[in-house]
């Protein structure tokens, strides 16, 4: 059974860094990952998807803050999070396609509070 394991959430303050990794633990190809959020009371949305060929994919909010990137060899995702602000505050959830299967991650907070 394929796994998504997540990493590097955590409390920052306003204006820090965070830097998130998921892994999926498979060596099937797969195409697309992503990550998505949900703040406490609202829908589950897009943050970044990114191809096997590096095409990229971001919401609105996080363009020019938000970095993410993948190793095809390891089928891991990154995200780097930078100019944190308070709004940024939800759970994160990696995700992938692999095969027709819509893998989610368990999630990971990131708490921006000063």
């Known amino acids: 059974q394929v796994q998504l394991v997540e990493s590097g959430g955590g409390l920052v303050q306003p204006g820090g860094s965070l830097r998130l990794s998921c892994a999926a633990s498979?060596?099937?190809?797969?195409?697309?990952m992503g990550w998505y959020r949900q703040a406490p009371g609202k829908q589950r949305d897009l943050v970044a998807t990114?191809?096997?060929?590096?095409?990229?994919n971001y919401a609105d909010s996080v363009k020019g803050r938000f970095t993410i990137s993948r190793d095809n060899a390891k089928n891991t995702v990154y995200l780097q999070m930078n100019s944190l602000k308070s709004d940024d505050t939800a759970v994160y959830y990696c995700?992938?396609?692999?095969?027709?299967?819509?893998?989610w991650g368990q999630g990971t907070q990131v708490t921006v509070s000063s």
């Open positions: 498979t060596r099937l190809y797969i195409r697309t």
């Open positions: 995700n992938a396609l692999v095969g027709p299967v819509d893998l």
């Open positions: 990114i191809t096997s060929v590096g095409s990229t």
